[in-house]
């Protein structure tokens, strides 16, 4: 049986360990450093190359599947090019479509992916020109990464150009930054397994990135997601296989990208077409939890062809059902809040409904709150509405204190 080691200690690494351990058997799979979920949880920072290798190689592991993208842009692949175990996931050099915004755009550009336009802050004074141009309907994103917080979506000018100062303030005077044009449309994402040479889409879905409903408050990792979207037609489809799939694999066969993993498209539905916000080179959290729960097929028959070379021959299938993730979270996140609240009522979770632990710890015989997002309740419906149905009440019987969720998960823009 394949060994698979899975990095990292979210609800998307929990989803991966409950696929992939259905299909190899749960013994086969280790964590470093996993959660409160999790079995086989070793103690090791996935950027302690030097660690994980090891534990690999001690453990005979076949696969090291990245959750996170650090260690990806930091080159864990590149790390691994002598051993035994593969990794799933792009080289440093690729990485960098995720780690750094200003290659990533420079990449868009130069294959014709269809995204917006931008400047870059070395671009003197057309800095000042888009923004007026544009009448500081801009995003100011940092060029490296910054767990989420280096973007700013600014209303005004003057917004702008503090987002500037910020980025300034924080990382010095010669700080790279690109400016963008804000883009008005829906979001969501497009998550696929690439070989470098062909690609297979898992079903589309979207995040709900600000902390209250209605889209509101400040951006956080995520607070719920559902898949497929209703609204997403083979229009849609075709456009984004046209304008953005082809040219970005194209990009990648002629920039000579080491790639055999996953490639994220962060999306915008504009009324001109789709558009890239941004690439990434792992899977979305907390798009895979619901991902995962509605692939049908192997998703190691699909990694094996990956890691060959040979996606070309795959083609995976779906359940025909809606699944959806409300996250709970612990109150106060993004900002500051408590840890190390117990957690109690999850024996009385219907068993069609699937728990994705994030932030959770076993303490003895407790388990308790560990991090911002707390746990992920999914529930699967005939439709969106059925689904959203379905998990609220599951969502309502787990306890800890400070719990907080939004109530609109799947609801926006009248869809249901
Ligand atoms: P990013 O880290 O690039 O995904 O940006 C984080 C969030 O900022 C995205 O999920 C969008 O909600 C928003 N965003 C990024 N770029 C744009 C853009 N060009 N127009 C409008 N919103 C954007
Ligand atoms: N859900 C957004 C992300 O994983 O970046």
């Not at 696969?63 to 996931?89: C, H, K, M, R």
């Not at 800095?127 to 490296?144: N, P, S, W």
């Not at 304008?243 to 994220?264: A, S």
Request: charged share 25%; proline share 5%.
């Amino acid at each position: 049986m394949t060994k698979i080691v899975i990095l990292g200690s979210g609800g998307r690494e929990h989803a991966l360990a409950w696929k992939l351990g259905k299909e190899v058997g749960e013994e086969n799979i280790y964590m470093l450093p996993g959660n409160g979920g999790t079995w086989n949880n070793y103690p090791i920072n996935p950027l302690n190359f030097k660690a994980v290798k090891s534990f690999c190689e001690d453990k005979n592991i076949q696969w090291l599947i990245v959750g996170p993208e650090d260690p990806l842009a930091q080159g864990i692949y590149d790390y691994f090019y002598d051993s035994s175990t593969q990794v799933l996931g792009p080289s440093k050099q690729a990485a960098r479509l995720e780690a750094s915004k200003i290659w990533s755009k420079h990449f868009m550009i130069t294959y014709g992916v269809a995204t917006g336009r931008a400047v870059f802050s070395t671009d003197g004074n057309s800095l000042d020109a888009f923004i007026h141009e544009l009448d500081g309907k801009v995003v100011v994103k940092y060029d490296g990464l910054a767990a989420g917080k280096g973007v700013k979506v600014c209303e005004s000018s003057l917004e702008a150009w503090e987002a500037i100062t910020d980025i300034r303030k924080k990382y010095g005077n010669n700080a790279l930054f690109l400016v963008e044009e804000r883009l008005v449309g829906r979001e969501m994402s497009v998550i696929g397994l690439t070989d470098g040479k062909s690609i297979r889409l898992f079903l589309p879905s979207q995040d709900h990135k600000q902390a209250y409903e209605g889209d509101k408050g400040p951006n956080t990792g995520g607070m719920g997601a559902y898949c497929p979207v209703p609204w997403y037609t083979p229009t849609h489809a075709k456009a984004i296989q046209k304008k953005i799939i082809e040219p970005t694999l194209q990009g990648i066969c002629d920039e000579h990208l080491d790639y055999k993993g996953i490639l994220y498209f962060g999306l915008m539905i504009t009324t001109e077409g789709p558009r890239v916000l941004e690439y990434n080179v792992r899977f979305g959290d907390p798009e895979t939890e619901v991902i995962l729960p509605a692939l049908k097929s192997s998703l190691t028959g699909l990694i094996e062809n990956t890691l060959n070379g040979s996606l070309e021959k795959t083609s995976p299938e779906f359940y025909p059902e809606t699944f959806i993730d409300v996250v709970l979270a612990s109150g106060g996140y993004p900002g500051a809040y408590e840890k190390g609240y117990e957690i109690t009522g999850l024996e009385k979770i219907s068993p069609d409904t699937l728990l994705f632990h994030a932030g959770t710890k076993r303490e003895g015989e407790k388990l308790v709150t560990n991090g911002g997002r707390v746990l992920n309740v999914v529930a699967r419906g005939r439709n969106l509405q059925e689904a959203i149905e379905k998990v609220y009440p599951e969502v309502e019987k787990i306890h800890f204190k400070n719990k907080t969720f939004r109530r609109d998960i799947g609801r926006r823009e009248g869809i249901v």
